[in-house]
């Protein structure tokens, strides 16, 4: 409900849509399917000044960096927050904007940070490195493909300090392409123990891995692929050592991975992963079959990765009963194809 000035209170502008106030306790994390496929943060734990170029499957994206250089996986942490409380209040029938205000602590504790003042700077600036990251890009969000230039976050502003001089909430802005991902629901879960993975190449895998395995049982992937999908810098022998030690320290949430014969990398599904409150359980795997005839009808195509975009529209339709997972998955398949040669 809006109350009238004349009661002597300023207008109630969430009910308007102005700016939504993150204050889920306990929102269940959420990233969005277009950077778990694609990389787009940097990996990097010094300032990376690269300029990124990624192609594949019809996709292009390039990555500028601003003076402070490209955002990295640590700074998606934000992203992650936003999405989970957007995502939230949808659920909960809220109204939602794309700018947020949010409590800095708040965000710091979700994600598993600390809370000194050295966390509070390194906060600020990763909402700098946000901003300033551009994209360039054909991604498609929500069934529209966009071929345009824009930041991660449009802006940011501090929106109240303490008397020290810390920052206590942040007004933030999302781009217009991440919040139209919030909007259609291209989003997948996460773990919780996600926050708690300190290597950047273990954060990315982990996404990569819950993106394309999702909840089939295995996942098999070159390590030339992953190596790509991952967009790390380094050659490819320091790349498979690093999936070497993840293979034997063994704490991927939600996952096992192994090394197999060919140069490839297996990620198989431990059990358990959080499912929304309600949700309702996947389709039926598609038959054997039905992934070969996609493999035909979309050439060059990872049929896994079209496997969770259509599992993600799905979910983001209501979550229908299907008669026929499989013609139901072919004829998403045929739509995307028909989208893209448009």
């Known amino acids: 409900m809006t109350v009238s000035s004349s009661s002597g209170l300023a207008p109630d502008r969430t009910a308007q849509g102005d700016f939504f106030?993150?204050?889920?306790?306990?929102?269940?994390?959420?990233?969005?399917?277009?950077?778990?496929?694609?990389?787009?943060?940097?990996?990097?734990?010094?300032p990376d000044r690269r300029v990124l170029n990624y192609a594949h499957n019809?996709?292009?994206?390039?990555?500028?960096?601003?003076?402070?250089?490209?955002?990295?996986?640590?700074?998606k942490d934000i992203l992650i927050f936003c999405i989970s409380q957007l995502m939230s209040a949808l659920n909960a029938g809220r109204t939602i904007s794309r700018t947020l205000q949010i409590k800095a602590h708040d965000l710091l504790i979700a994600t598993n940070r600390e809370t000194s003042g050295d966390a509070y700077r390194r906060l600020r600036e990763a909402f700098e490195r946000l901003a300033g990251t551009r994209?360039?890009?054909?991604?498609?969000?929500?069934?529209?493909?966009?071929?345009?230039?824009?930041?991660?976050?449009e802006?940011?502003?501090?929106?109240?300090?303490?008397?020290?001089?810390?920052?206590?909430?942040?007004?933030?802005?999302?781009?217009?392409?991440?919040f139209n991902a919030v909007l259609t629901q291209s989003v997948l879960t996460l773990?919780?123990?996600?926050?708690?993975?300190r290597k950047p190449l273990e954060r990315r895998i982990y996404e990569i891995a819950r993106k394309h395995c999702g909840r089939q049982a295995r996942w098999v992937v070159s390590v030339d692929l992953l190596l790509k999908k991952s967009g790390s810098a380094s050659p490819r022998r320091v790349f498979r050592k690093m999936l070497r030690d993840m293979i034997a320290a063994d704490h991927l949430p939600d996952y096992e991975m192994a090394e197999l014969p060919g140069d490839k990398i297996a990620f198989t599904l431990r059990g358990g992963l959080i499912e929304d409150p309600g949700a309702a359980p996947h389709p039926a795997p598609l038959a054997p079959d039905t992934l070969q005839e996609a493999r035909i009808l979309a050439p060059g195509w990872d049929v896994y990765a079209l496997e969770a975009d259509w599992h993600a529209f799905w979910a983001g339709s209501g979550r229908p009963r299907l008669r026929s997972p499989d013609k139901a998955f072919l004829g998403f398949v045929k739509a995307r194809m028909a989208q893209q040669a448009d």
Not at 136 to 153: D, H, P, V
Not at 191 to 197: E, G, H, N, V, W
Request: hydrophobic share 40%.
């Open 21 to 46: 106030v993150c204050d889920i306790f306990d929102a269940i994390p959420k990233d969005d399917l277009a950077t778990m496929e694609h990389p787009v943060f940097s990996l990097a734990t010094r």
């Open 58 to 75: 019809g996709i292009d994206i390039e990555v500028i960096p601003s003076v402070r250089g490209l955002a990295t996986i640590h700074d």
């Open 135 to 153: 994209i360039t890009t054909n991604l498609t969000t929500g069934g529209q493909e966009i071929t345009r230039g824009f930041g991660l976050i």
């Open 155 to 178: 802006s940011w502003e501090i929106v109240r300090r303490a008397r020290g001089g810390r920052m206590v909430s942040v007004s933030v802005t999302l781009s217009d392409w991440l």
């Open 191 to 197: 773990s919780r123990d996600y926050f708690r993975l």
